[in-house]
């Protein structure tokens, strides 16, 4: 009986006692939800697009950022290397359509889920060859990203909002809004969709598929900088930012992986899932459940929805 | 010239299902287990311990993750995590029954992980494909946080890492600081060598088959009558029993002591490199994809300075292993281009090619 009150009770007295600690671990999981869907953002774009589960999306939110921060300390001014971070982003998004996408074309989808492990091993060494393997600091006040916290009194307790995690929160926002907008309006958005729809078909129409594709990786390579520059504001550069990007992972299946608004969704849930858990029930095991609560959250959805909350609904023929 | 299946006729059912159906095939495997096991008396300990002992491990590894993602169909990212549940299971046995051989408790100890593979491998049956995997990481990260939040898992000891006490077979250690190599070896050789010819009976056999129709299309194989729960189940309890004997002889063969690190995610992926390198649904395969996966970094590492130094480059120890890195990834994405079945189908193609030689079909 102890142990039942301990978990169905206990936790939801304390967050009636103290709304204000509740209220900041809500918006620590929101931002972190945010971020998350970020990054699950690049694996969606990819996955629509082309079919291509990417592994290497982790790698390439510190590769970016690596490029950013590396550039910067050779004396390189901010702007112009977060620049040519882009520019180094279309390369790699060419690059990887044609050495890696072209011969393997109608492969099966295992396929090409290993040959982005190939990528993802390749740029690792690329990465710390180049810039080597120590952690790096993110250029934050180079890039005009607010820094300090704002502290507002709320329900009897002190709420801290990380200015940092303000403009974290502002700009993924925009990005997903800039991202919806591009799929929905423009000529290439519904030539994307087209080419998620089915390959064939958008080619039978005079869509170029490897113009598609090289698109598609520079707008997650887009969308990896952002995510980088983000988590490295957060947690620093380094080659460790890789195991967030696994997180990304139960929000994918979580919200489908084939669906924007899906990522969102799915990312919050994780985000604010995971920091409540931890912070209300991990000392109950002895803490340190984050690493794979979100799994577990995101298992029992699928046991609902096969499908995730917002893929498309699988339909099986013989 | 001498691989020819001419003048060898089957006049029986048995003689046509023969895993080797050629007196070839069959002397040539002859030979290479009389060489592998050779090669504990010729090798140095450097060979042994360093490169023969872990390849023939993460080859059962391998073999245990391509019963499920090559033969049934089921992709799996927790085989870092199962090989943990056998290693961790073997160290309790042990421990706990140190009177019993401790060969016992490494077959043992399988059944420990199958158990548990079975258990995550119960989502399978509603959900497929990559969601399936990442269902798996589930399983990954879970038991990766028991290793290390459960101290009754090492017996309470300070450093949290597993230890290999001395264990003896006919009075040799096998196991302990005092074992040699060639000892572990050869016990390491032994055990393979009967798991993989299991296996090879299981995968050709009814099991075998209902897992390849599972594989093939579950709504069909449903249809014939193939019961997909406990074929699912089966391929996970198999395969995670594989794994988690893989990682019993990973920690008290191999390495001789071990933390819960040894078995984190890039373990499982690791293994997954191998079965997809080495070709999906072949048990050949396995060898091939560990000798590939694990002997070219090695080797890289011996020849890639030497490669190097007559252009006046003296590089790094690090600058190695970058470059390393970037290889191996290279030669990944070039096998996949050259040939996306794996390393068994270029076998394959190879001894057709000997069978017509000198003509070209």
């Known amino acids: ?318 | 010239m001498l691989y020819r299946e001419a003048g060898q006729y089957k006049t029986n059912y048995a003689a046509d299902m023969a895993i080797f159906p050629l007196r070839e095939d069959r002397v040539g495997i002859a030979i290479i287990i009389l060489a592998a096991y050779s090669l504990a008396f010729l090798g140095n300990s450097f060979l042994l311990q360093a490169v023969m002992i872990p390849f023939l491990v993460f080859s059962l590894a391998a073999i245990g993750l391509n019963i499920l993602t090559g033969y049934t169909g089921l992709l799996s990212l927790g085989t870092g995590a199962f090989m943990g549940v056998g290693a961790y299971a073997c160290y309790k046995l042990m421990t706990a029954f140190p009177g019993v051989n401790v060969i016992v408790w490494i077959f043992a100890s399988g059944f420990f992980s199958a158990a548990v593979g079975a258990l995550f491998g119960l989502p399978s049956l509603r959900i497929k494909g990559f969601y399936l995997a990442v269902a798996t990481l589930a399983a990954q990260f879970f038991l990766q946080w028991c290793f290390i939040r459960i101290p009754w898992l090492v017996n309470y000891n300070v450093s949290g890492a597993l230890d290999a006490p001395l264990r003896t077979l006919f009075g040799v250690p096998v196991v302990g600081a005092t074992a040699t190599p060639q000892t572990r070896y050869l016990v390491v050789l032994t055990i393979v060598i009967l798991l993989t010819w299991i296996a090879s009976n299981l995968v050709h056999g009814r099991i075998g088959r209902a897992w390849i129709a599972i594989r093939d299309m579950d709504l069909a194989a449903e249809l014939m009558g193939i019961r997909p729960l406990q074929t699912k189940l089966l391929a996970f309890a198999v395969s995670s029993y594989y794994c988690g004997v893989a990682g019993a002889l990973l920690v008290f063969l191999w390495y001789g002591g071990a933390e819960y690190d040894v078995f984190n995610i890039n373990q499982s992926f690791f293994i997954l490199f191998m079965v997809i390198i080495g070709g999906l649904g072949s048990l050949i395969g396995s060898f091939f994809g560990a000798a590939l996966i694990f002997i070219m970094p090695i080797v890289l590492g011996i020849v890639l300075p030497a490669m190097l130094s007559p252009f006046g480059l003296s590089v790094g120890a690090d600058v190695i292993e970058h470059l390393r890195f970037m290889i191996v990834g290279a030669l990944i994405i070039f096998f996949l281009i050259v040939e996306p079945h794996g390393l068994a189908r270029l076998w394959q193609i190879g001894k057709q090619k000997l069978l017509v030689w000198p003509f070209p079909y």
Request: charged residues 10%.
């Open chain 1, 1 to 318: 009986m102890d142990i039942l009150y301990k978990i169905f009770v206990e936790p939801f007295l304390f967050m009636v006692e103290a709304p204000d600690l509740l209220i900041q671990t809500l918006w620590e999981g929101l931002v972190s939800g945010v971020l998350y869907a970020l990054i699950a953002l690049g694996f969606v774009l990819i996955f629509k697009a082309s079919g291509v589960f990417n592994f290497a999306q982790g790698i390439m939110v510190v590769f970016s950022a690596l490029i950013l921060v590396g550039l910067y300390e050779k004396g390189v001014p901010a702007f112009l290397a977060l620049l040519l971070a882009i520019g180094a982003m279309l390369v790699l998004a060419v690059a990887v359509e044609r050495v890696v996408l072209r011969p393997l074309v109608n492969q099966p989808d295992i396929i090409l889920f290993m040959a982005t492990f190939g990528l993802t091993y390749f740029l690792i060494g690329l990465g710390e060859l180049i810039f080597g393997g120590n952690p790096k600091e993110m250029i934050t006040s180079a890039l005009f990203l607010p820094q300090g916290t704002t502290e507002l009194e709320m329900f009897g307790g002190l709420v801290r909002f990380q200015h940092l995690d303000i403009a974290a929160a502002v700009i993924a926002s925009i990005m997903i809004g800039v991202l919806a907008v591009f799929f929905s309006k423009t000529r290439i958005g519904r030539a994307l969709r087209a080419v998620a729809d089915s390959h064939k078909a958008a080619l039978s129409v005079g869509i170029s598929l490897n113009q598609i594709w090289v698109i598609v990786w520079f707008a997650a390579g887009i969308v990896a900088l952002v995510a980088g520059i983000m988590w490295g504001a957060r947690s620093g550069v380094s080659f460790s930012l890789q195991i967030i990007a696994l997180k990304a992972l139960p929000v994918l299946i979580l919200g489908g992986f084939t669906s924007i608004p899906g990522a969102i969704i799915g990312g919050l849930i994780i985000g604010v899932g995971e920091k409540l858990g931890e912070f209300y029930w991990g000392p109950l095991v002895g803490g340190g459940i984050e690493t794979w609560l979100a799994y577990v959250i995101a298992l029992l959805f699928l046991l609902y929805r096969p499908q995730g909350l917002f893929g498309e609904k699988i339909i099986e023929r013989i």
